[in-house]
């Protein structure tokens, strides 16, 4: 059975930065692509940004494209979500997933196998 932990959310002001980790735990890590996605009330939940097993492939959507930076270490079973330049519209719940042998981007919720519990990320004006 595959878990997966995220941390790292909190309040940050607009322009400030934080970075959400995710601990993962069971099969072997580098069998499954990575993903953050995130949520809002009423939304549908979107990919921010993925990684290939490997780490050799990433994609983030055009929203966060150079603010935001998605990395893995395979030896620590953890992926990484670099967030900068923070703005109001990026406050949002977030989520860490996990989908098996997936190679191509971006990631839908759909082809998600497992799911962090998801960790609150608000920024303020």
């Known amino acids: 059975q595959v878990q997966l932990a995220e941390s790292g959310g909190g309040l940050v002001q607009a322009g400030g930065s934080l970075r959400l980790s995710c601990a993962y735990s069971?099969?072997?890590?580098?069998?499954?692509?990575m993903g953050w996605f995130r949520q809002t009330p009423g939304k549908e939940r979107e990919i921010v940004a993925g990684?290939?097993?490997?780490?050799?492939?990433?994609w983030s959507a055009a929203s966060v494209k150079g603010r935001f930076t998605i990395a893995r270490d395979n030896a620590r079973n953890t992926v990484y979500l670099q967030m900068n330049s923070l703005k109001p519209e990026d406050t949002a719940v977030y989520y860490c997933?996990?989908?098996?042998?997936?190679?191509?981007?971006?990631?839908?919720?759909?082809?998600?196998?497992?799911w962090g519990q998801g960790t609150q990320v608000t920024v303020s004006s």
């Open positions: 997933a996990a989908a098996f042998r997936r190679s191509y981007f971006p990631l839908t919720a759909l082809q998600v196998d497992y």
């Open positions: 069971g099969r072997t890590f580098s069998d499954y692509a």
């Open positions: 990684i290939s097993g490997s780490g050799s492939s990433t």
